[in-house]
């Protein structure tokens, strides 16, 4: 598996395709920020991948918490980081009860970076391919000795959001998109490794203070903040 390649080799229109491999001098800043963009650009293919495959939104994150926990174990540019997210998608819709077809993941990625091309034919290049994808789906199960069921910030932002709607007067709380932002930014957090750095009530209440501060909705001062009522999740 090591240096293997998901032979899908153009990149999106208008945006380079990142590769794992080490680069020398100053030409791109420092690795750490490399690493960083790198990542963010895979879990932004996992993401729209999703939305392309009909994947619900706890199936996606699943996907890159798997890609983020598997990096985080293993030397970066090594592997190549797109044929883990394509195995990550894979292995998450089977974790969640949502199984997407191998065929399905392929020629949604080559699609992805070819645009104008057709699917993929069943010929060598497809399965040597799908291979791939399944074994680099062990190497993951491997590397994460198989824990891969996860909790997500998912139902304690949703109760969080009914906690705080009923603390607002209707009218302004309509008047403003603070669930859509809250989840916006909930989604965001899986573009780098702060979805398994902090805990999933953390993030959730992070996502849900920082849209209360932007649309600057306040809510009534009780005995008890909103995230510390007693009906919760």
């Known amino acids: 598996m090591e240096g ?27 690795e750490p920020t490399r690493d960083m963009r790198t990542h963010f650009r895979v879990c932004r293919f996992i993401m729209e991948s999703g939305v392309k495959l009909g ?31 394509m195995s990550c998608l894979y ?12 065929r399905d993941i392929i020629n949604v990625s080559h699609r992805y970076f070819n645009k104008a091309s057709a699917p993929l034919e069943c010929d060598k290049v497809f399965w040597d391919l799908r ?6 789906e062990l190497l993951i199960l491997r590397q994460l000795n198989f824990h891969v069921s996860f909790e997500h910030p ?10 705080a709607k009923s603390l607002v007067n209707r009218h302004a709380w309509s008047r403003t998109p603070v669930a859509e932002t809250s989840w916006a930014l909930l989604r ?7 979805c398994i750095l902090h805990t999933p009530q953390h993030i959730a209440i992070a996502a849900l203070y920082l849209a209360l501060n932007s649309y600057g909705v306040e809510l009534p001062v009780g005995e008890k903040e909103w995230w510390q009522r007693p009906d919760g999740p």
């Open 188 to 194: 965001d957090c899986y573009h780098g490794d702060m």
């Open 55 to 85: 994947m619900r939104s706890v199936p996606v994150a699943t996907a890159c918490v798997l890609y983020h926990r598997f990096f985080q174990r293993v030397t970066p540019g090594v592997y190549e980081p797109y044929l883990v997210a």
């Open 4 to 30: 293997s390649t998901c032979r899908l080799t153009a990149a999106p229109e208008g945006e380079p395709r990142p590769s794992g491999s080490r680069q020398s001098g100053r030409d791109a800043g420092s």
């Open 131 to 136: 291979d791939s994808v399944v074994q680099c």
């Open 154 to 163: 998912h139902r304690y932002l949703l109760h969080y959001l009914l906690s």
């Open 91 to 102: 292995l998450a819709g089977k974790v969640e009860e949502q199984h997407i077809r191998t």
